[in-house]
């Protein structure tokens, strides 16, 4: 049995990402000609776009190098699927039983106070301060513990 030509398919590949580097490229340029222009919105916008076509090309590169072994016969016939990166998890933070932590709303008016205190106006770190001196005598050693920042990081 003859195996099909992937060749068609890999070229149309590197051009998609040829492309979207091209992409990439003339955002990040017309980004740099609107900030010497002060058209700051713009910029943020060129920003947020350009980090995520860098990450959506970043994935279809990993993508391309999983297709590359496939076609050089790396993967048998045998393997139902690649071989998976191990995933990460972070073993200090897990989830809590509902009840156990001091529920959100219990911060709302502490915050608020404080930005008050603070003149409607500060930096974070003064607010958490602020917070800290007001909300510690509240906090039980579970609200002390380290908090996954990310979803998938939550065992």
Known sequence: MDRPDIRVFVAAFEDLLD????????????GSEAFRRGE??????????CRALSDTLSRLREIRENFDRISRGEMSYGQKTLPQPEERRVQETSRRKRGSLLPQSAYQTPILVSLLELGGRATTDAV????WEKM???LNPEDMEPRASHPS???
């Open 19 to 30: 492309k979207g580097d091209k992409l990439l490229m003339e955002f990040r340029r017309s």
């Open 40 to 49: 700051h919105e713009y910029v943020d916008w060129a920003n947020q776009y």
């Open 128 to 131: 958490q301060q602020r917070l």
């Open 136 to 138: 510690r005598k509240h």
């Open 153 to 155: 990081e939550i065992i």
